[in-house]
Nanobody, 134 residues
Framework: QAQLVESGGGSVQAGGSLRLSCRAS??????MGWFRQAPGKQREGVAI???????WYFPPVKDRFTVSQNNAKNIVDLQMNSLDAADTAMYYC??????????????????????????????WGQGTLVTVSS
């Protein structure tokens, strides 16, 4: 069974930083990324990295967030700097295997849209909560 284990969420003051991490197991991912959903809002793409190293960002976070992967390409991190209260959301890790799934996830990140639903590709984590206080 595929699993995406997320960590790093928590509470931080505006202007602070957090680093989220997602580890994929039981699933061969060719892309991994981050989405978020704030209360009362739809899920939106944040950042994604393909196994070849190419990255995409939702424009509102591009100058503040950095997505990266480990050498084994089964962990994706999201370094979030200069956090604002508007960044408060549940952050979800997503992993894609097939080319089409990764293309859909990438388009969702670029456009800030919700992204595709599997059922098994892409695969979604349970989320980690980020709360930014102003």
């Amino acid at each position: 069974q595929a699993q995406l284990v997320e960590s790093g969420g928590g509470s931080v003051q505006a202007g602070g930083s957090l680093r989220l991490s997602c580890r994929a197991s039981g699933y061969t991912a060719n892309c991994m990324g981050w989405f978020r959903q704030a209360p009362g809002k739809q899920r939106e793409g944040v950042a994604i990295i393909q196994s070849v190293g190419a990255t995409w960002y939702f424009p509102p976070v591009k100058d503040r967030f950095t997505v990266s992967q480990n050498n084994a390409k089964n962990i994706v991190d999201l370094q979030m700097n200069s956090l604002d209260a508007a960044d408060t959301a549940m952050y979800y890790c997503a992993a894609g295997r097939r080319q089409d799934a990764c293309a859909d996830l990438t388009r969702a990140v670029a456009g800030g849209t919700a992204g595709p639903v599997g059922p098994d590709d892409p695969y979604w984590g349970q989320g980690t909560l980020v709360t930014v206080s102003s």
